[in-house]
């Protein structure tokens, strides 16, 4: 008998075996019924007042050991701006990434971060290098500075020259990147011109984001029945703030909250028809990231932010 590709075997004496053991004669006959396509209807039909969904987000989120601040809209900045200071005073915080959103620029994030003491890495692209979350991907190392509207340097320098490693003393080499003098990315790997590591070749703008210790979003829903904030990449909102930073400090809006993930995915498909027409990632964000071994040893902060925040404004 000769045996197809592809083609199984023994297909019937596996599933009666399995049909004996679970205490049946014999291997049912007709496919169970699937009478529902996704949620079933009663579930979609849940309502939630926008009170009810803020308490929802606000229990899952703190179960998951994120901490949670609900603000009045006449009074977000100020609170907002007081919490900020306290998380970052409390976990050290010398740099932050933000995205590039009204919404914080609107609540003077930067101010209240500059306040503590801390440097705002704003996730503004140089025009002239490939945009995350564009179509093209190019290198963004050219050495001319770029300045965000704040005067925060996005970019390195223009006067910052190349040094030879080894004019580089190993043990003062990470001092003297946090002291910010000198790039990292400009430490040749030899004098003979070897090819440089993937870390030089990334953008400056990456190379910034990367010795954040916080990052700081506006999510574009926030799902409550889960506590998941979706997130849609574009040229203004880097991934890489919310997935290369320790800390992740969320701020939405309370109209932002659906009940279900469905209603999120719905709003994010809204109007689309193409899928040229979507960003080019769509991250969803449910507490601090979580990783475990086949020993199921659990990892806090491995694979994302370790210690995460959300500021909720009614």
Known sequence: MTIKPGQIQGRDSF??????????KSPDAVAPEHP???APAFYKEIERTTEEKIQLFTDNWTALTGKVLVVEAAEAEEKLGVWLQQIVEELQVKRASRWEHAGLIGLNVDGALSAAGVEVV??????????????????MSGSSGTVGPDSTVLADQADVQ???ADSVDPSKLEATADSGPIELSSVHTDKQ????SNWQQRSRLLQRTERCEMGIIWPDYAVANT?????????E????VSLLTDILFAVFRADQLVTRMGEAFQQVTNGKHDASQYASSLNLITGPSRSADIENDLTIGIHGPGKVYAVIIK
Do not use: F, K
Not at 15 to 24: M, V
Not at 122 to 139: F, H
Not at 193 to 196: D, L, N, Q, S, T
């Open 237 to 240: 909102h880097g991934r890489s």
């Open 122 to 139: 704003p996730w503004i692209l140089d025009p002239s290098a490939a945009q995350e979350g564009g179509p093209a991907s190019t290198d």
């Open 15 to 24: 599933i009666a075996n399995i049909s004996s053991r679970l205490g049946r």
């Open 227 to 235: 506590s998941t904030l979706v997130l849609q990449c574009s040229p």
């Open 193 to 196: 011109g070897a090819a440089p």
């Open 36 to 38: 529902y396509r996704g």
């Open 162 to 164: 190349p040094i030879e």
